[in-house]
């Protein structure tokens, strides 16, 4: 074999390997996006809602936490909000249901009091005074929800807006996977 | 060479070298601010491109800043594990530097590889230039060569990542997250309803370093009820004590904690048969918002409690 031959051949091998790893590795975006927690426990959060009530996620080990960040002045944020209003309302209704918290990314208290009054939601709203929670779950951009199951691990996280019924989706899924 | 022009040689090489040692060696932050730079300097703003956290403005990079901050004013962790924690919840391509292992270890090995590969061939093409008569070499003794090179490059390469690339202590293979109080609680909650035993033990661990744990003292004291009934009345006796001699610390340790009260209501009734206090127990339980799972169970109790005392 000429070594102008092995050469294209060591180059062609070198572009295929690269073209496989591309095409297997998955993409950021959409449902089920990766993060390193999931699986993982969730990262201890100590806070007090916007109401001031205290609020401390180990307690709320044996039910489903899910966590939505979130800005009132992020587009993406206002328009899954009546997707979420949906999923929150189900959940309400439901013995084992969800229970649903807005952490407050990088807003004032008066602002996300104000969104809520006009477009409804009575879920907790949590402060995250210096994106404390923010860099623990490694959230850069709202929005983003997250699943921790009620052992506090981590179940899921969404990349960007919900649409409708993907949270009931996702909730029936890992419902189903735990046993329930 | 004299004797007397190699020491001149050496000694101007002593003192060069000195000079290099003194002026390049870093003396490390004196200050929390100067670790936080440091630190934050290592980072990269994830909203942002091509700007480290230290120079970037956007709300994520001063969140990262932020938590630096704090983890360098707790004094816990050493830069290089600061680093490590914001690179497990970000992700690699947070790290200015990047990583001699995974992928991110191409980045270091491809330009030593390819510049071995090239100065082989490089050397190949002057040999030939020299001496184009004696070029004969056979296909075999090209491939060997070739292969020689690709091992050499590799092998250096590999060295450069592992002098040159960022290392980070908390990391594991798969970039799991460290085992802490919480990784053993959520442990000890996942074996819980199927392996008591090894449930009992987890949280058993957890109050070994963290005696004052709520959840595990409230928990342990509860399986440890659940497991008793089982066997012969003097144990269930023993372990009736004990539960609610814990559980009792539990809630004096943190009176807001639901589980803890929900659990005296149930064992004092379930297994101490005393209705009344345990009515007012299940009551103040309900009134701290239990969670899901333990309301379940709490509220069957309660219709039961009702009918019993009439209400």
């Known amino acids: 074999m000429k070594p102008t031959k092995v050469g294209v051949l060591g180059l062609a091998v070198v572009i295929a390997a690269f073209l496989v790893v591309l095409v297997l590795s998955d993409g950021d975006a959409g449902v089920g996006a990766r993060s390193p927690l999931l699986g993982e426990p969730a990262p201890s959060v100590v806070t007090t809602s916007i109401d001031d009530v205290p609020f401390e996620l180990g307690r709320r080990k044996g039910s489903w936490v899910v966590f939505n960040f979130f800005n009132s002045t992020c587009v993406p944020c206002i328009a899954e909000h009546p997707s979420l209003l949906r999923f929150a309302e189900d959940e309400a209704n439901r013995s084992d249901g969800a229970e649903v918290y807005t952490i407050v990314n990088d807003d004032s208290d008066g602002a996300v009091r104000a969104f809520f009054a006009a477009n409804s939601g009575d879920w907790p709203k949590l402060r995250d005074a210096d994106g404390a929670i923010a860099v623990a779950f490694g959230v850069a951009k709202v929005p983003e929800t997250w699943i921790i199951d009620p052992n506090g691990f981590v179940r899921l996280r969404i990349l960007g807006s919900v649409v409708d019924g993907v949270l009931e989706e996702q909730m029936a899924d890992l419902r189903a996977s735990q046993g329930e | ?311």
């Open chain 2, 1 to 311: 060479m004299t004797k007397r022009r190699l020491m001149w040689a050496l000694i101007i090489l002593l003192s060069i070298g000195m000079l290099a040692f003194g002026s390049l060696r870093d003396s490390g932050p004196l200050t929390q601010q100067d670790r936080i730079d440091v630190i934050t300097k290592r980072i990269a703003c994830p909203t942002c491109d091509g700007e480290s956290v230290f120079v970037s403005r956007a709300p994520s990079a001063q969140s990262i800043r932020a938590e630096v901050a704090r983890q360098v004013g707790d004094g816990v962790r050493t830069d290089d594990e600061i680093v490590a924690y914001i690179a497990e919840r970000f992700g690699g391509e947070v790290l200015l530097l990047p990583r001699a292992t995974g992928l991110d270890a191409l980045v270091w090995i491809l330009p030593a590889m390819v510049t071995v590969v090239l100065v082989a061939a490089l050397w190949l093409a002057f040999r030939r230039w020299r001496q184009p008569v004696v070029v004969a070499t056979s296909k075999r003794s090209l491939l060997v060569s070739f292969a020689i090179v690709c091992v050499v490059g590799l092998g250096g390469g590999v060295l450069v990542a592992r002098q040159a690339g960022q290392r980070l202590p908390l990391q594991t293979a798969t970039g799991g997250i460290e085992d802490s109080t919480a990784s053993l609680l959520a442990q000890a909650r996942l074996a819980g309803p199927t392996n008591v035993t090894a449930a009992i033990e987890l949280y058993g661990r957890v109050l070994e370093t963290d005696p004052d744990n709520v959840e595990a003292v409230t928990y342990r004291a509860w399986l440890i009820m659940l497991s008793a009934r089982q066997f012969d009345e003097s144990l269930r006796n023993q372990a009736f004590f004990s539960t609610i001699t814990a559980l009792g610390r539990a809630i004096e340790l943190d009176p807001t904690y639901p589980d803890a009260m929900c659990f005296l209501g149930i064992v004092v009734y379930r297994d101490g048969g005393d209705a009344k206090s345990a009515k007012e127990f299940v009551d103040r339980c309900l009134e701290r918002d239990p969670p899901a799972e333990v309301r379940g169970l709490v509220e069957t109790l309660a219709g039961e409690l009702n009918a019993e005392l009439g209400e």
